[in-house]
């Protein structure tokens, strides 16, 4: 059974920087896209941010500039670069992994920006 788990998230503010790691149980293969995504409450789940294993990068309107995603290595396989953060991007964020097998999500970790 694969396991993502986020880690990173907390308290800051406005303007401050936060970096979120996804690391995984155990070695994944066969891996197509790794992805952030957030959930505002009473939002629906949005996407953040997507890195394919070839590279190319694509980020949603509201944090491009600011937010950068990037491969890990082995089990630390993607993480989040947040600059210049908003109290709109209060959220909790979730890593997804897709494989040629299966798609994978974390369970989450709250990113909290205060004014």
């Known amino acids: 059974q694969v396991q993502l788990v986020e880690s990173g998230g907390g308290l800051v503010q406005a303007g401050g920087s936060l970096r979120l790691s996804c690391v995984a149980s155990?070695?994944?293969?066969?891996?197509?896209?790794m992805a952030w995504y957030q959930q505002a409450p009473g939002k629906q789940r949005e996407l953040v941010a997507r890195?394919?294993?070839?590279?190319?990068?694509n980020y949603a309107e509201s944090v491009r500039g600011r937010f950068t995603i990037s491969r890990g290595n082995n089990k630390n396989l993607v993480d989040l670069q947040m600059n210049s953060l908003k109290p709109e991007d209060s959220a909790v964020y979730y890593c997804?992994?897709?494989?040629?097998?299966?798609?994978?999500w974390g369970q989450g970790t709250q990113v909290t920006v205060s004014s």
């Open positions: 155990t070695s994944l293969f066969g891996i197509n896209t």
């Open positions: 890195v394919t294993t070839a590279g190319s990068t």
């Open positions: 997804n992994v897709n494989t040629i097998f299966n798609s994978y």
